[in-house]
């Protein structure tokens, strides 16, 4: 697990989120799901390289809200909790 910071880009602000904690690294060019049930669209993945806490993130994911027209917004009819959880078999 990796802990982030997520940055929000909007226009030529930097709104800073939340910390999560994240399974895999996204990557720039890719969309993720926030924890507010949104989709954001990664534009940069900053690391700090030798850097270690057990409170802080080590990593920065500055994101903006996908576009209303962006596949992403409609999940395939997809209900997170329900098709992708394990505990709700």
Same mark, same amino acid.
């Given at each position: 697990m990796y802990k982030v910071l997520i940055v929000l880009h909007d226009g030529d602000d930097y709104i800073?989120?939340?910390? $999560?904690?994240?399974?895999?690294?996204?990557? &720039?060019?890719?969309?993720?799901?926030h924890t507010d049930g949104l989709p954001y669209y990664v534009e940069e993945v900053t690391t700090f390289v030798g850097y270690v806490s057990?409170?802080?993130?080590?990593?920065?994911? $500055?994101?903006?809200?996908?576009?209303?027209? &962006?596949?992403v917004n409609k999940?395939?009819?997809?209900?997170?909790?329900?098709?992708?959880?394990?505990?709700?078999?």
């Open positions: 800073r989120m939340n910390k $999560v904690f994240v399974e895999n690294m996204p990557v &720039a060019g890719q969309y993720i799901i057990s409170k802080g993130a080590t990593t920065i994911l $500055v994101v903006h809200p996908a576009p209303e027209d &962006a596949p999940l395939y009819g997809i209900d997170v909790e329900r098709d992708m959880d394990d505990s709700n078999n």
